[in-house]
């Protein structure tokens, strides 16, 4: 009998990282040539140009945090990653309509576009966190701390845009505290994840197992977010429980 196939798509999901990817180097390609066009066109600066110019910063940083959700494509935490990139989606969205229309405004546009704006910003932030440093068991409890950082961050800007409401000078010193320690938990963190080295797992000692074999179990672990050892854990249970 052979064995299941394993959890998770490694290749589609290699595939997905590379077309969205090039998605995205082709779309900023694109809205910068028109910004580049605009800017050097030697006609005067209207109110054309300057809408181009808007869209180019846009798009811009539509594609940086499209590349920060893309980070957890195949992780166990990707809902993360298609969070944000919803609530990008939307932050897109609404700014691309209030450049490129004169009817659409209002306080609920902006307020719509402020809570988004947000929510993506923060999981963007989350999503290279999750992808830098959870599979390092040293670095989780800075992570998790970061996190929580981040999320109340979050919830304490969207609840001042979300309900109109002013807040004392009380709540807002919490918030620039909370902030400065989400600030704090993602330099550390960041840096602790670029100098040290991925934590050892217990090397795979298998008899005839082949420098080709043991890459390939390398790289379904790395796609499916995972390590080796468990990956071959997982992998026999599941074949055990079939037959």
């Known amino acids: 009998m052979r064995p299941p196939a394993l959890s998770g798509h490694p290749r589609p999901m290699r595939d997905l990282r590379k077309l969205v990817s090039a998605t995205v180097i082709v779309s900023f390609s694109i809205a910068a040539l028109m910004g580049v066009i605009a800017l050097a066109s030697g006609g005067a600066f209207g109110d054309t140009e300057a809408r181009v110019l808007a869209t180019t910063v846009i798009v811009g940083i539509e594609s940086v945090a499209v590349l920060c959700y893309l980070a957890l494509a195949g992780h166990r935490y990707a809902v993360v990653g298609i969070a944000g990139a919803a609530c990008s989606a939307v932050a897109t969205g609404v700014a691309l309509c209030l450049t490129w229309s004169d009817s659409l405004d209002g306080l609920d546009v902006w307020r719509v576009f402020g809570v988004a704006v947000t929510l993506a910003a923060s999981l963007a932030q989350a999503s290279l966190l ?110 055990l429980m079939s037959r």
Not at 172 to 185: K, P, S, T, Y
Not at 212 to 218: D, I, N
């Open 130 to 239: 999750i992808a830098r440093a959870e599979q390092r068991r040293s670095l989780r409890p800075g992570l998790y701390a970061t996190l929580l950082a981040i999320a109340v961050v979050a919830v304490m800007v969207v609840g001042p845009i979300a309900t109109e409401s002013g807040m004392s000078g009380a709540y807002w010193r919490w918030f620039g505290v909370i902030a400065i320690l989400d600030v704090l938990g993602t330099v550390v963190v960041t840096a602790l994840g670029f100098v040290r080295r991925a934590e050892p797992g217990p090397r795979l000692a298998l008899a005839g197992l082949t420098p080709v074999t043991e890459a390939r179990l390398v790289e379904v672990a790395i796609e499916l977010g995972t390590t080796p050892d468990r990956l071959v854990a997982e992998a026999l249970d599941s074949y």
